[in-house]
């Protein structure tokens, strides 16, 4: 009898979205590797459950996405240090009936801005846009990274302050404020910026708009969207036809999924062939 199929999956709600099956898919098939990788649409009430059944079932991991990054962490065995500092995990492996958390999101995007845009963010005034898990795990990568300024802007104010003070009391960053997320603190804060990251949901295909005062950005601004669907999202758009430089969330999503399959598989990721996958599968929705 040949060997049984390493099972991973993502756990996400909703997960039609998600390119991450795709992704790991192909990487699976170039590589030669005896896995499957699968989407399942898990409401948050049924979310340990969910978890749980990883080990029942013998999986291998999974990813985890929207809405359930910070809400799983309750259900693990062990976290790694990154993830704990975060407070978010967007990745799950079982190792020896142990379910593992870690955070690749951080390095995702911080990989995608410096080997696309040649940016890092030392020294630079960043405006992030949310407070969920994926903010998360970008405002404490930045801080890491020594930005000068971090001003998050969130429709909840309080998840925004909360994240504030996180990284104060957890890395000792005080360049850090929290505003509520509205046309005034947009059109105050642009001016002043270097790089504009919206970590939201907003702008994904039916996720709704901003009230953001695009005529106010220049070239001198860099804005990264980590919505991946549509690729060019109403934001970059609008960046673009001021001129602004722009990064796609497609390079922060397989450079996070490089890293995640690494920790399950110990391979390396076939990055390009990926990309390639990813990029005819999106002109293929846009169509």
Not at 86 to 97: C, D
């Amino acid at each position: 009898m040949s060997e049984l199929r390493k099972v991973l999956g993502v756990l996400g709600y909703p997960i039609t979205h998600s390119l991450s099956p795709l992704m790991h898919s192909r990487a699976i098939h170039a590589l030669g590797l005896n896995y499957l990788y699968l989407p399942f649409e898990v409401l948050p009430d049924q979310l340990g459950s969910a978890v749980y059944g990883l080990r029942a079932l013998g999986f291998r991991g999974a990813s985890v996405t929207i809405p359930h990054k910070e809400q799983v962490m309750q259900y693990l065995d062990e976290i790694d240090d990154d993830a704990q500092l975060i407070g978010a995990v967007n990745t799950i492996r079982v190792e020896e009936g142990k379910l593992q958390g870690f955070n690749t999101d951080g390095y995702g995007f911080l990989t995608s801005l410096k080997e696309e845009m040649g940016e890092i963010p030392e020294g630079k005034r960043i405006l992030l846009l949310g407070a969920g898990g994926a903010a998360r795990s970008l405002a404490v990568h930045l801080a890491l990274a020594k930005a000068k300024e971090i001003t998050i802007v969130n429709r909840t104010p309080s998840r925004g302050e909360q994240l504030a003070s996180h990284l104060q009391d957890r890395i000792g960053f005080f360049s850090v404020s929290s505003r509520p997320l509205n046309h005034a603190v947009l059109k105050e804060y642009l001016l002043r910026v270097d790089i504009v990251i919206n970590s939201t949901s907003v702008g994904m295909k039916g996720g709704g708009e901003f009230p953001f005062p695009y005529h106010l950005l220049s070239p001198d601004h860099v804005v990264c969207d980590i919505v991946y669907t549509p690729l060019e999202t109403e934001l970059l758009k609008r960046a673009k036809e001021q001129h602004a430089r722009v990064l796609p969330g497609l390079g922060m999503l397989i450079n996070q999924g490089s890293l995640a399959f690494e920790i399950w598989t110990g391979k390396k990721f076939p990055v390009e062939v990926v990309r390639d996958a990813l990029t005819a599968e999106l002109a293929h929705r846009q169509a």
